[in-house]
């Protein structure tokens, strides 16, 4: 089915949360770009209001650091959303053995991360779902987020796709407790994730449930006391649980510098109101000691 006239579709380059994505040209600009084919079937009146509303304020989200949605337009009862198209993401970095990452690449990897979320985080909007193969890189080494505010405008992608259980491991605490409300934190917490995974280049929290996923939390870092998080009580999917101790950070990550466990930690916070900042986070002295975040154009990558 032939897209409308500005782009030439290219290749397929997979299917993900909401449907698939291929390659194509936006013979305006001559950029290659990304096209994500969301379906949302035949609807009365159209996309509805908010969802277009919403879609706006996304095409208005510019930052180096996130993956800029140029275009949507509704088509065959899809909504087509055009992104610039990026070479590969940090899932393929972590996973790629011949890849060493130095401590002042992770730095940049971290900071990149945490400055795309801030200035979301600023605006208001919450990615929800982060995870590496969310986190794109560009052809001169620049990571930047991609599918901000699509897990609010279009479900929460663990409802629909119920087999896709990876975005489980970067799950906050409160997300787990079924928390209705909830805040930036959550994105946080996901990037301590991923800051923790790109540590140990494997995953640090890989649950197979959401029972188990809480497991694996308590283990690593402690049953969290109800001093420590208190209104964890009253959430929904709240159960008692025996005491775990936690194991210091120091010996889960025994290649991390001292300013590296010590932001991790602030990150790794139970209670979301007691969680960093991205933007405090920016400014922990993490980010300012030695080394330096390498120059994203001098990030390894994969061939
Ligand atoms: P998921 O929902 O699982 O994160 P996506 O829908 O984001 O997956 O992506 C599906 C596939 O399309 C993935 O293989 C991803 O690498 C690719 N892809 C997504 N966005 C882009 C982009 N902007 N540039 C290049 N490839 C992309």
């Known amino acids: 089915d032939p897209l409308p006239d500005r782009y030439i579709k ?58 800029e949605l140029i275009d949507a337009f509704p088509h065959k009862g899809n909504l087509h959303l055009v992104f610039e198209f990026m070479e590969t993401d940090l899932e393929a970095v972590i996973r790629d053995r011949n890849i060493v990452l130095s401590p002042a690449d992770i730095k940049s990897y971290v900071q990149m991360t945490l400055k795309g979320l801030s200035f979301c985080h600023k605006k208001w909007v919450l990615h929800r779902d982060m995870k590496p193969n969310n986190l794109l890189i560009g052809s001169r080494g620049q990571l930047k987020l991609a599918d901000f505010g699509l897990a609010r405008l279009f479900g929460s992608p663990d409802r629909r796709f119920t087999h896709q259980v990876f975005a ?69 999917d709240y159960v008692e649980y025996q005491y775990v101790p936690g194991q210091p950070l120091q010996s889960l990550f025994p290649m991390a510098s001292a300013d590296a ?33 390498t120059e994203p154009a001098l990030l390894p990558r994969p061939p």
């Open 10 to 67: 290219g290749a397929a380059l997979g299917t993900g949360t909401y449907g698939r994505v291929f390659k194509a040209v936006d013979t305006k600009t001559g950029q290659t770009v990304a096209i994500k084919k969301i379906h949302i079937g035949k609807q009365k009146d159209g996309v509805n209001f908010t969802a277009l509303r919403e879609i706006k304020m996304l095409k208005e989200l510019k930052h180096p650091n996130i993956i």
């Open 168 to 236: 489980l491991w970067y799950r906050a605490p409160e997300l787990l407790f079924g928390a209705k409300q909830y805040g930036p934190g959550v994105d946080v917490w996901a990037a301590a994730c991923i800051f923790a995974e790109l540590l140990l280049r494997r995953p640090f929290l890989p649950g197979h449930s959401e029972m188990d996923q809480l497991g694996k939390i308590f283990a690593a870092l402690g049953t969290p006391k109800p001093a420590q998080y208190s209104d964890m009580v009253y959430l929904p």
């Open 261 to 293: 466990l010590d932001l991790l930690s602030k990150m790794f916070v139970y209670d979301p109101k007691a969680r960093i900042s991205a933007q405090q986070a920016l400014e922990h002295r993490y980010f300012s000691s030695g080394p330096p975040p």
